[in-house]
Every structure is written in C-alpha cells, then in structure tokens.
C-alpha cells in the first residue's frame, strides 16, 4: 500500500481487504452476537451444544457475498425454499442459537412458548429494530404495536417440531447429521435432509426428553404437519391463552402491507421484511453497518428506532444509504465500500478540545472515528503481532487459557483446556459458555449471547489494564513479540524496539516515545540480569516453549517492552 502512489491506492487496498477470507471471520462476528450463538444451552447446568456448523455457514456466505435478502431468507426459511438444500437448512440454525432449558422440572409448554417468543423479539431487534418484547404482555406502551400483533409474528414460529425442554447434553431436535466432508459436500450430500421427529421419553420417573443430538449434528427448522394453535397470551403467561379468537400468521399493518401472493409462513416472512419497500429492514441493517465503523450509528439507538429511541443524527443520510443498499441488489461488500470510501470516514480522527467539548460522541462526523477494537480484535491483535496466530478457518470452539476452577466454581462441568495451536486461535472460535462466558471477553464488553444484542456500552476499566498485562494470553504473546524483536539480524535494540513499535500501532514511534521504551528496556535487562529466576519465570507463562537460543535476560526484557507496546492505546484503538 505504502509503496503505490496511485490515486487508486486506497481503494484498492479496500478490495484487497473485502476479498480476504478473514472478511466473513470479522463481520460474522457482530452478527454472531446478535444471533445469540454460544456452545451451550444456558440455564442451569448449561448443557453442551453443537452449532460451529452454522457459523461455518455463516462465514462463507458473508464472504461469498450472498445478498442480503437472500442471507436474511435463508436464516429465516431456508428449510421453506422451493430450490432448498443442506446449506439453506443449516442456515436456519440461526433460530435454533436461543437458549434452551433441561432443567428437570420445567414446564415443556411453557418452555416451547419461550423459544418461540425469543425468535419474534430477535427478529424485532435485528430487522426492526423495535422492542417487540414491549408487546409480549400487553399493548406496546410507546409504539403502534397491539399484542395481537405480537401473538400473530408468534404465530409464523408456532410450527417448529421441537421440544420444550432439551436433553441433559447435545443437541435439541430437531436437527440433522453432518458429512464428515463438511464443507465440501458431494451432490448427494448437499441435498435436503428431513430430520427426525421428536422422540420423547420421560426419565426420572417425570422428566420428558427428547433424544439427543450427537456433535456431528446441527440444530435447524422444521415445520410441523400441523401447526399449533396460536392465541394470545394474558400478560404472556403460557397457559393463560385467550381462546375467544384464534390468531393467524400476519404482520402489523403499520409496519407495510402484505402481499397476498406471498405464502403464510416464515418464507413469506422472510419475503415481508426484504420487501424493498418495507419501511424498517434496509434502515435498521444500514444503521449498523454504520455502528460497525463509527462506533456509533446514525440513529444510536440501534436496537431501537421507535418513539422511546433516539432521532437520527442525519436522517437524509440514512434514508439515502437505505435505499443505495436496495438500489445495489443488497450487495453487502458494496456497503461496506462505499462507506469506508467516503470523504466523511477518511477524515482524521483528531479533534480540537473546544470540538470535542461542542460535540463529545461526533455525532456531527466532524472528525474521522475513533474506537476500540472488539474484545476479540484485540487478542487477535496480540496472537498476530507476536506470530503465535493460527488461522484455521472454521469448525469446532477451542479452549483457550481460561482461570483455573472458574466452570466449577458454579456448576459440575471442568473446563478442559486445549493443547498446541488451538490455543492461538482467532477469538471468534473460542468456546462460549453462557453461565460462565470467556472473563476476558467480557471485560472489553462482549454481548453475553443470552439475548439478541446489537449494541454493547463500552466500559473503561481497571480490570481491563490488567487483563492487558497479566493474563496469559497477553504474556505469552509480548514473549513471542520479543522473539519476533531478537530474530531480526543485523539491529540494534532502538531499531528492534521501533519495529517492534511500528507492527503494533502502525506508525513509527517518535524520539520521546523511544527513549522512554528503550530507558524501559535497560531498566529491565540490569533488573533480569541480578534476577535470573525471574526472567526464567516470566518466560515459561504460557504453553509454547521459548527458544533457548536466545539469551533469557535479554528476552525477558523485550518480553516487558513488548507488554508495554501491547497495552499502549493505540495497540487498541482504531484511528
């Protein structure tokens, strides 16, 4: 990039970055948290689950580009397709990310009314961006959504042959079995499959269960032969229907007319919010595209654009945006272009004191964004500077460092750690137990996956400081960042140390800033050289053993300069 003066540079530096594989890793990722994806069930004991394959899914269509109507139609009924296939229906398993419940006493017709309410509310967040669950218990308070029309959204989710409550462990039907040669599947292997039906038997004298899915399966849609009978629930309570008038599949006239041809089911759903002309769908998504480079969306509250949420900061914009993603056949890389392509992204992200104090949030895009990376961008950061990433793409969750007893401390299952590159894995892989997610994900704000999430308030704690400098993964990679420093031959420690700089933050350090590191780094070789124990400690934090050709003093010591460069701000800052 540095090295072509072109005008098309950029720009072509932004194709380079669209057609790269780790584009459906980055993106899926917002994605995957609104989805509620997660390894486990929650609730409880939060049992194991199976669904790496949907986000396999998820990842090639993101970087195959598949339009964006066609994406939201799969997810939501891709089992309803005419032209439907083993892709499509692993696409439903979007759906299926909810939490389900194993508990032995629960109430399976209580429990299939929750699921069901969870998917009206995602898809209220995710494509409305309205809180639906406002209209679960009675008449929306703020927004032109009666209950009924709530119970009648219900009603196109009220058909899945699933069972309320799951099985101690695996999946919850019904789902379907994986070709070992996933993803890469033959003509007969990508065929549409029609799962099992649910099998119950009770155990422990009264606990209903269904049969359990083994980790070669995945959780999708299926519909029943008939569907149950939907009516509205008095305050939401399961088995308080009022049966004076059963409800039928139908959106909120309010929100744009249907069309009659479109059948009555979640593929005329899916129809209804890709509907150009539908008011809410283009807007909501364009909104957090915005969000995803900006920090912010024009309308801030992205999960919410109802009276109770905030009024767009540029509303023709976000008309005009809208529309420019239907105009573009809902070419998602198209968006992502066009907005990291304009004058108003490409400004600097330095402001005035007298301009931040006017205007703190940059709502008025007076200056470029400024934001922290997410919580899984800033230990990849880590893995990749220090040479220790492994970019596998796709398959299973990994387990990664995690503190020692912390899945005991509230339940009976151990975490086992993994061994060897799995531990170097991108974020996104790592393994997600709701009731205990990853500490150090949570520390930088990540959604907790138990509900739809679209937008997280970032925090800015001491916590955060000392995951930075003391967790595992962050040690083990400054020791590897120091590797990196001590391999290049023919240096002097100042120019290993701006190199080292540079990889990190991405520009050359300044004289002052130099200094300070290298006054850091005798500092720490006198330090180590007195104390050789301590060096020897600090340079087996970690699984991967260091290479004992290089001197162990001198090591430790751009070990802690290469810590220092790793919590530096702009180490997790985007500028």
Not at 58 to 83: S, Y
């Amino acid at each position: 990039f540095l090295k072509d003066t072109s005008p098309l540079a950029y720009e072509q530096a932004v194709g380079r970055l669209l057609a790269s594989p780790r584009y459906g890793e980055h993106m899926a990722l917002g994605w995957m948290e609104a989805s509620r994806y997660a390894d486990t069930d929650g609730y409880q004991n939060d049992r194991l689950r199976y669904m790496w394959v949907w986000r396999d899914w998820l990842i090639k269509a993101l970087n195959d580009n598949v339009p964006f109507d066609r994406f939201v139609t799969e997810q939501m009924a891709g089992d309803l397709l005419p032209n439907r296939n083993f892709f499509t229906q692993v696409a439903t398993g979007f759906n299926r990310n909810h939490r389900i419940n194993s508990e032995g006493g629960s109430i399976p017709a209580e429990w299939i009314v929750e699921y069901v309410a969870d998917r009206v509310e995602t898809m209220g967040t995710m494509f409305l961006g309205l809180t639906l669950t406002c209209s679960r218990c009675h008449d929306h308070k703020y927004d032109p959504i009666a209950q009924k029309d709530f119970y009648r959204m219900f009603a196109f989710f009220n058909n899945i042959a699933e069972a309320g409550l799951g099985p101690n462990n695996g999946n919850s039907p019904p789902f379907i079995n994986v070709p070992k040669s996933w993803p890469n599947l033959s003509e007969a292997e990508a065929k549409f499959v029609v799962p099992a039906p649910v099998k119950i038997k009770v155990i422990q004298t009264s606990v209903p269960r269904p049969q359990s899915g083994k980790p070669d399966t995945v959780m999708v849609l299926h519909e029943l032969k008939e569907p149950r009978p939907t009516f509205r629930l008095e305050r939401g309570v399961y088995n308080q229907p009022d049966k004076s008038e059963r409800l039928h599949p139908a959106t909120p006239p309010v929100l744009g007319a249907w069309n009659k041809k479109w059948p009555s089911n979640r593929l005329g759903l899916a129809r209804w919010l890709m509907d150009p002309k539908h008011p809410l769908t283009a807007r909501v998504t364009v909104n957090r595209i915005w969000q995803h480079y900006f920090g912010m969306g024009l309308v801030k509250t992205s999960e919410n654009f109802g009276v109770q949420g905030e009024l767009p900061s540029h509303p023709a914009l976000l008309d005009w945006l809208a529309t420019e993603f239907i105009r573009r056949k809902w070419n998602q890389k198209a968006m992502h272009k066009l907005i990291v392509t304009s004058a108003t992204y490409r400004q600097a992200s330095g402001a005035s004191a007298d301009l931040l104090r006017r205007d703190p949030e940059n709502r008025l895009l007076a200056h470029g964004p400024r934001k922290r990376l997410t919580p899984y961008a800033i230990r990849d950061a880590a893995l990749f500077n220090s040479g220790l990433m492994n970019g596998q793409i796709g398959g299973p969750s990994v387990k990664p460092y995690m503190p020692p007893g912390i899945w005991r401390s509230i339940s009976n299952a151990t975490y086992k750690q993994d061994k060897g590159d799995k531990l170097y894995r991108r974020g996104m892989y790592t393994y997600w137990r709701r009731t205990v997610p990853p500490p150090t994900m949570m520390a930088f704000n990540a959604a907790a996956r138990e509900i739809c999430t679209v937008r997280t308030d970032l925090t800015t704690t001491p916590l955060q400081a000392l995951t930075m400098m003391n967790n595992k993964t962050y040690v083990e990679a400054a020791r590897f960042l120091a590797e990196r420093m001590m391999k290049t031959d023919g240096l002097k420690p100042r120019q290993r140390v701006a190199e080292a700089f540079r990889a990190v933050t991405s520009r050359a350090p300044r004289k002052g800033e130099l200094d300070l590191l290298m006054a850091d780094f005798a500092f720490y070789k006198n330090d180590f050289t007195k104390h050789t124990a301590a060096a020897a400690k600090l340079l087996v934090v970690g699984e991967k053993p260091r290479n004992a050709k290089l001197n162990p003093v001198e090591l430790a010591a751009y070990a802690l300069v290469a810590n220092t460069l790793l919590n530096l701000d702009e180490a997790i800052m985007q500028n």
